[in-house]
């Protein structure tokens, strides 16, 4: 599955498509990154827990994009755009969304 | 480009599951770690609560001022302090003095507060009719104090609620809900600990009086008030009170306690010790 | 210990009755409008897929919803935070406030031959200032609507 996020894939044309797709996760911190997450607080630095948490959280996001773009019969998808939010106190949600093609 | 109009076959934007599963087990594992965490707390508060100093003890009392218990609680009539002062001088090593007040309520119960509070309930005055029995209660009471058994069971509370008060700071109102349901300053003893404060009644009646005879008498009101509470009319025919009357009976025979006739409550004076 | 006890257990089960209630239907109604309105594709880039010149009627249409939390999800989500791991409760509510967005943005021009450029927008409205926990999820779709002479 070739993903971009530009108009097009470079060196393909495409040849059909199949509207929007799009994958999302919300994922909660657990009681041992918010206990760290306090501490670091106090004396900074990076909260490694939280990158893990929201670079898991793209990686699911993205494959479920791709999962949806195949179920469609496409074979790439373009115009990939990602988009976090906050929901509740302690999660993140990860939103990722483009259009499934299938290029040739 | 041509557009072919298709839907996807499933909704890969859900997780599987019901979400009530997912409830259960996250409620099991919770309430598997609360016990646990109560657990190893009970065996650390055992160990700590008798290193807790006397002062300590009072400072805390003062503090416990406000609890409910105490709320509408009279102090005792003197002759009734005095018994248990008596009792407190003769037959254990408590340091302070100790404070008997009233509480107006039919139940049948004592309780035992840090700082040397006892509490007696109307009810449980109203029902004895001796002054071996009072003198069985107070000394029983004394004991726990004495063992300081109050104190294990405070602590434990008092932990679980610092604790739940560092977790639940960072949730909404629906684990302010979880948290009460918490329960907390529970005053209850272990059987040992029921035990040993038995004893210890048993052995203020030897010094007030010389002789045993009481127990049995105590633990028949709280069967005789069974009109008003199926609770306590089940503490009489729970084997745990018999083994209590039972295990009272063996250590007055094993150390030569003699068993004579019981003083009326009033009104006699109290006999000197 | 009666009244906080039992209603916070009241709340959670009507929550979850009513919650699955709406849900379910809400599904059911997006599944039968996303057939109805399959012909109508949308597309994320500015790229058009079409002559220019041919462009009869152009808009910018967008469609939003707003969809609202239970207790039971709320407080699915609370206990989350303490294990960790994919918050299922919310991932529906999510889905739902897009798929409804999009569809009415779709709905809006029937008779359109194109959305172009469309743009996914989500945020989350909460009532307390504390950032403890949030009351409703927003969803804004907006793109281009072009209709091509025939």
């Given at each position: 599955m070739i993903l971009t996020n530009i108009e097009t894939v470079p060196g393909k044309t495409i040849v059909e498509h199949f509207g929007l797709v799009s994958g999302n996760t919300i994922r909660a911190r657990h009681l041992g990154i918010d206990i760290l997450a306090k501490l670091k607080n106090l004396v900074g630095g990076e909260l490694r827990g939280y990158t893990k948490l929201l670079q898991d959280s793209r990686q699911e996001a993205t494959q479920r994009m791709t999962a949806q773009a195949e179920q469609l019969g496409a074979n790439a998808v373009v115009n990939i755009r990602f988009a976090t939010s906050s929901i509740t106190g302690g999660a993140a949600e990860l939103y990722a969304y483009g259009t499934a093609v299938r290029v040739e | 480009?041509?557009?072919?109009?298709?839907?996807?076959?499933?909704?890969?934007?859900?997780?599987?599951?019901?979400?009530?599963?997912?409830?259960?087990?996250?409620?099991?594992?919770?309430?598997?770690?609360?016990?646990?965490?109560?657990?190893?707390?009970?065996?650390?508060?055992?160990?700590?609560?008798?290193?807790?100093?006397?002062?300590?003890?009072?400072?805390?009392?003062?503090?416990?001022?406000?609890?409910?218990?105490?709320?509408?609680?009279?102090?005792?009539?003197?002759?009734?302090?005095?018994?248990?002062?008596?009792?407190?001088?003769?037959?254990?090593?408590?340091?302070?003095?100790?404070?008997?007040?009233?509480?107006?309520?039919?139940?049948?119960?004592?309780?035992?507060?840090?700082?040397?509070?006892?509490?007696?309930?109307?009810?449980?005055?109203?029902?004895?009719?001796?002054?071996?029995?009072?003198?069985?209660?107070?000394?029983?009471?004394?004991?726990?104090?004495?063992?300081?058994?109050?104190?294990?069971?405070?602590?434990?509370?008092?932990?679980?609620?610092?604790?739940?008060?560092?977790?639940?700071?960072?949730?909404?109102?629906?684990?302010?809900?979880?948290?009460?349901?918490?329960?907390?300053?529970?005053?209850?003893?272990?059987?040992?600990?029921?035990?040993?404060?038995?004893?210890?009644?048993?052995?203020?009646?030897?010094?007030?009086?010389?002789?045993?005879?009481?127990?049995?008498?105590?633990?028949?009101?709280?069967?005789?008030?069974?009109?008003?509470?199926?609770?306590?009319?089940?503490?009489?025919?729970?084997?745990?009170?018999?083994?209590?009357?039972?295990?009272?009976?063996?250590?007055?025979?094993?150390?030569?306690?003699?068993?004579?006739?019981l003083v009326p409550l009033h009104p006699e004076p109290l006999p000197a010790a | 210990m009666f009244p906080d006890y039992y209603f916070f257990l009241i709340l959670l089960a009507v929550g979850y009755v009513t919650g699955t209630f709406f849900e379910r239907r809400h599904f059911r109604s997006l599944e039968r409008r996303e057939r109805a309105t399959m012909h109508l594709p949308i597309v994320g880039g500015k790229a058009l897929p079409f002559d220019p010149d041919m462009a009869e009627a152009v808009a910018v249409v967008s469609g939003s919803a707003v969809i609202s939390v239970d207790y039971f999800k709320r407080f699915l989500a609370w206990l989350k935070n303490f294990f960790g791991g994919r918050i299922k409760s919310y991932e529906t509510l999510l889905d739902r406030a897009r798929r409804e967005a999009m569809l009415r943005m779709k709905e809006l021009v029937p008779d359109a031959d194109f959305i172009v450029g469309v743009r996914i927008e989500t945020s989350s409205i909460s009532k307390s200032q504390k950032n403890s926990g949030v009351s409703c999820v927003e969803a804004v779709a907006y793109g281009t609507a072009i209709r091509l002479r025939k």
């Open positions: - | 480009m041509k557009y072919t109009p298709r839907l996807p076959r499933t909704n890969v934007n859900v997780s599987p599951g019901s979400p009530l599963k997912d409830l259960l087990l996250m409620l099991t594992a919770a309430t598997a770690i609360m016990v646990g965490i109560y657990i190893a707390l009970g065996f650390a508060v055992d160990a700590l609560a008798p290193r807790i100093s006397y002062e300590t003890e009072l400072s805390i009392g003062r503090f416990m001022g406000r609890h409910p218990i105490l709320k509408d609680a009279k102090p005792a009539p003197q002759d009734i302090q005095e018994l248990a002062e008596t009792i407190r001088t003769q037959s254990t090593d408590i340091p302070f003095p100790v404070q008997v007040s009233i509480r107006q309520d039919p139940q049948v119960n004592a309780f035992a507060l840090p700082g040397g509070r006892i509490v007696l309930t109307s009810g449980i005055l109203e029902a004895i009719e001796s002054q071996n029995e009072l003198a069985f209660i107070l000394g029983h009471e004394l004991g726990h104090i004495a063992h300081r058994d109050h104190l294990r069971a405070l602590g434990r509370g008092l932990v679980l609620l610092t604790l739940s008060s560092l977790v639940l700071e960072s949730g909404d109102s629906s684990g302010a809900n979880l948290g009460k349901m918490v329960v907390l300053t529970e005053l209850t003893f272990t059987r040992r600990q029921e035990t040993l404060a038995d004893e210890a009644g048993q052995d203020a009646l030897m010094t007030v009086f010389g002789h045993v005879t009481g127990p049995e008498q105590v633990f028949s009101h709280f069967a005789k008030l069974a009109d008003t509470n199926y609770l306590t009319r089940f503490a009489l025919t729970h084997p745990e009170t018999q083994a209590r009357i039972r295990h009272l009976k063996d250590r007055a025979l094993a150390n030569g306690f003699p068993s004579r006739a | -």
